[in-house]
């Protein structure tokens, strides 16, 4: 299977690890459904969802971090993509989800923004995280509550996303280390090439 590069974690009912290309189907799924891709972007077609996708495996390369490939461990499918998003001229260090309609409503969105921000803040060394939500997003804003984040207002997103609204909603790195009460993130690196 071919991967982009970096680290996989696993809590106890999800894996996170990096984007493959075998993930295009649940990817392209989401992005096409109205309702799943509402609040991100918009609905895309299969192309445009290979372009996205390839900028989140694009951006481990690059950046050494992305957004992980959250896999139900139970069933063995992608049921989305959540964790560190910094593109050029993003407002933060932003924690990010988007679940596959078929995830909703199980608590995967909490169980993996909990895990990608302690990966954040531990592997990362993260100061401060935030999650850029749509004023209308009512279930984002409750993801966001239960992660301990509070709303600090309005805010704006780079070009091509300046006309959307948006929230920002985040804690400090500390208020995080509070909050996670001692537990323990299980992190795979990769292996390397050591020739």
Known sequence: MRIAPGPTLETSRLILRPTAAADLDGWAEMMADETAARHIGGTQSRAAAWRGMASVAGAWALSGFSMFSVIEKASGAWVGRIGPWVPEGWPGTEIGWGLHPSAWGKGYAVEAAEASMDWAVDHLGWTDIIHCIDPLNTPS???????????RGPGWLPPPYEASKVEFWGQTAEQWRARRSGRRLQVTEPETDRG
């Open 141 to 151: 804003q409750k993801v966001a509550q239960r992660l301990g984040a509070t709303n």
